[in-house]
């Protein structure tokens, strides 16, 4: 680089001389200038190609940058569609998942309201048989008091008839006695008004006796008929494992009832992996969980019970 003070001012003082010297002095100005301005123009070259170098070398560090920034992002987005993708499998399980569930509760829902009709069913049915039990106890009431009232009326015929037969035998007596004493028996009389009236409420008395037995036979035969059909609705309803009345009867999904107890107890007892039906030995999945109180079932044990 140049000086800070030029050729021409470090020779001021030679202006003063000859102009030979003032000629030597301005040309060695000039040279100096020109030294100077060589020098500038070298070093600014000089600068010029340092500075074309760091922006060359910028220029490669950017692109590299830019690439890497490329790469990144390409990165980032390879990330961000395996991301949406696990997001989408995702979406989809879940909605399979609430699909699923969605129809177990509408199985749930539908179950408990066939539990309910069938439980609304089970108390009309015993109603009905609570109805039906109170009509045969107070025929059978009835029944009874008419018994009685004919057994009295049977006791005083009775003992209207001994009286009779008595009288009858004291008639024979005195009859053999007169026939062994030689003398003609009493002529035949006829029957008296109350022997009349005797004899035909006696008779009155037997039909209406007749009529009761028969009506107490088809009672009994009624009572007989429908304690079998309570036995055997009462075998109908019983646990196949206990053999007793279920208590909190639950179903298994094949259809078979048990004591909840008794089913609970026969599968902690088998020890085995798998729930099996004790009935027919087909696994049933899930154990107690998958078992449904059976309501009406429920509802008939108690009205046989209540009989």
Same mark, same amino acid.
């Given at each position: %680089?140049?000086?800070?003070?030029?050729?021409?001012?470090? #020779?001021?003082?030679?202006?003063?001389?000859?102009? +030979?010297? +003032?000629?030597?002095?301005?040309?060695? $100005?000039?040279?100096?200038?020109?030294?100077?301005?060589?020098? @500038?123009?070298?070093?600014?070259?000089?600068?010029?190609?340092?500075?074309?170098?760091?922006?060359?070398?910028?220029?490669?560090?950017?692109?590299?940058?830019?690439? $890497?920034?490329?790469?990144?992002?390409?990165?980032?987005?390879?990330?961000? *569609?395996?991301?949406?993708?696990?997001?989408?499998?995702?979406?989809?399980?879940?909605?399979?998942?609430?699909?699923?569930?969605?129809?177990? &509760?509408?199985?749930?829902?539908?179950?408990?309201? /066939?539990?309910?009709?069938?439980? +609304? +069913?089970?108390?009309?049915?015993?109603?009905?048989?609570?109805?039906? #039990?109170?009509?045969?106890?107070?025929?059978?009431?009835? @029944?009874? !008091?008419?018994?009685?009232?004919?057994?009295?009326?049977?006791?005083?015929?009775?003992? /209207?008839? @001994?009286?009779?037969?008595?009288?009858?035998?004291?008639?024979?007596?005195? !009859?053999?006695?007169?026939?062994?004493?030689?003398?003609?028996?009493?002529?035949?009389? $006829?029957?008296? *008004?109350?022997?009349?009236?005797?004899?035909? =409420?006696?008779?009155?008395?037997?039909?209406?006796?007749?009529?009761?037995?028969?009506?107490?036979?088809? %009672?009994?035969?009624?009572?007989?008929?429908?304690?079998?059909?309570?036995?055997?609705? =009462?075998? =109908?309803?019983?646990?196949? &494992?206990?053999?007793?009345? %279920?208590?909190?009867?639950? #179903?298994?999904?094949?259809?078979?009832?048990?004591?909840?107890?008794?089913?609970? /107890?026969?599968?902690?007892? @088998?020890?085995?992996?798998? #729930?099996? !039906?004790?009935?027919?030995?087909?696994?049933?999945?899930?154990? %107690? /969980?998958?078992?449904?109180? !059976? &309501? $009406?079932?429920?509802?008939?044990?108690?009205?046989?019970?209540?009989?």
């Amino acid at each position: %680089m140049a000086s800070s003070t030029s050729p021409v001012a470090r #020779t001021a003082d030679a202006f003063s001389g000859p102009p +030979e010297r +003032e000629l030597a002095a301005v040309r060695a $100005a000039a040279e100096g200038e020109r030294l100077a301005a060589a020098e @500038d123009l070298e070093a600014a070259r000089a600068e010029a190609a340092q500075a074309k170098k760091g922006g060359a070398a910028a220029a490669r560090k950017s692109g590299r940058e830019l690439a $890497a920034v490329r790469a990144a992002a390409e990165a980032e987005r390879l990330a961000a *569609a395996e991301g949406l993708e696990a997001a989408r499998a995702e979406v989809a399980r879940m909605k399979a998942g609430g699909a699923a569930a969605a129809r177990k &509760i509408v199985r749930e829902v539908k179950g408990a309201a /066939d539990a309910r009709r069938a439980a +609304e +069913e089970a108390r009309t049915a015993q109603a009905a048989a609570e109805r039906e #039990t109170r009509g045969w106890r107070d025929a059978a009431t009835r @029944d009874k !008091n008419r018994a009685d009232f004919f057994a009295g009326r049977v006791c005083g015929a009775v003992a /209207d008839r @001994d009286a009779a037969c008595k009288r009858a035998a004291a008639l024979e007596a005195e !009859n053999g006695t007169l026939r062994s004493a030689g003398g003609a028996p009493p002529a035949a009389r $006829a029957p008296s *008004a109350a022997e009349a009236r005797f004899e035909t =409420a006696w008779r009155e008395m037997q039909g209406r006796l007749d009529a009761q037995a028969a009506v107490a036979a088809e %009672m009994r035969a009624a009572a007989a008929a429908r304690g079998r059909e309570v036995r055997a609705l =009462a075998e =109908a309803v019983a646990c196949p &494992i206990c053999f007793g009345p %279920m208590r909190v009867p639950v #179903t298994v999904p094949e259809g078979h009832s048990y004591c909840r107890k008794c089913l609970a /107890d026969a599968w902690a007892a @088998d020890g085995e992996s798998e #729930t099996r !039906n004790p009935l027919t030995g087909s696994v049933v999945p899930g154990g %107690m /969980d998958s078992t449904v109180r !059976n &309501i $009406a079932l429920e509802g008939v044990v108690d009205a046989l019970e209540a009989l």
